[in-house]
């Protein structure tokens, strides 16, 4: 398996490039959050150049779904599930892993800024609620841009 971690270890990602087809590689991937790899059973096939392009993509494009507001900080709020699922937390945006998620333990990730931080919001149950996880800004961007590019 290939990794991409952060310097504490609590951040990062493991693949496996295990077949490639008319140009689309296929693998199977692992994201480490805290001390939580996801998914923790895995024997599923992931086209990687869309779950890596996506990741990129949120951070380039970043989505809203609540609005942002003038400064665009989340701060100190409280990150609530049940207005996040209603489009009710503005300056929270969503990172994508439609593909990476399925079956009842779906992976779902956001994040909002405070200050010098990220604050990393993630589920892995259909978003129904979610824990945190700060770290220095830039974090989980720079790991994610330092995913492979596949042609």
């Not at 609590?10 to 996801?38: Q, R, T, V």
């Not at 992931?46 to 989340?74: C, H, M, R, W």
């Not at 779906?106 to 996880?133: A, H, P, T, V, W």
Request: charged share 25%.
């Amino acid at each position: 398996m290939n990794k991409l971690i952060n310097e504490t270890n609590d951040f990062g990602f493991f693949w496996s490039c295990d077949e490639i087809d008319h140009g689309w590689y296929f693998g199977k991937i692992k994201i480490l959050i805290g001390d939580i790899i996801y998914p923790v059973e895995n024997d599923e096939i992931y086209t990687l150049q869309i779950v890596f392009s996506n990741l990129k993509d949120s951070f380039i494009n970043k989505y809203y779904p609540a609005g942002i507001t003038k400064n665009g900080e989340f701060g100190e709020k409280n990150f609530n599930a049940n207005e996040w699922g209603e489009l009710a937390l503005k300056d929270v945006f969503a990172i994508e892993v439609t593909e990476l998620g399925g079956g009842h333990t779906q992976l779902g990730l956001c994040m909002g800024y405070s200050g010098d931080s990220e604050r990393l919001f993630y589920s892995f149950d259909n978003e129904n609620s979610f824990n945190e996880i700060r770290y220095p800004k830039g974090t989980v961007e720079k790991i994610i841009f330092s995913l492979p590019n596949f042609p």
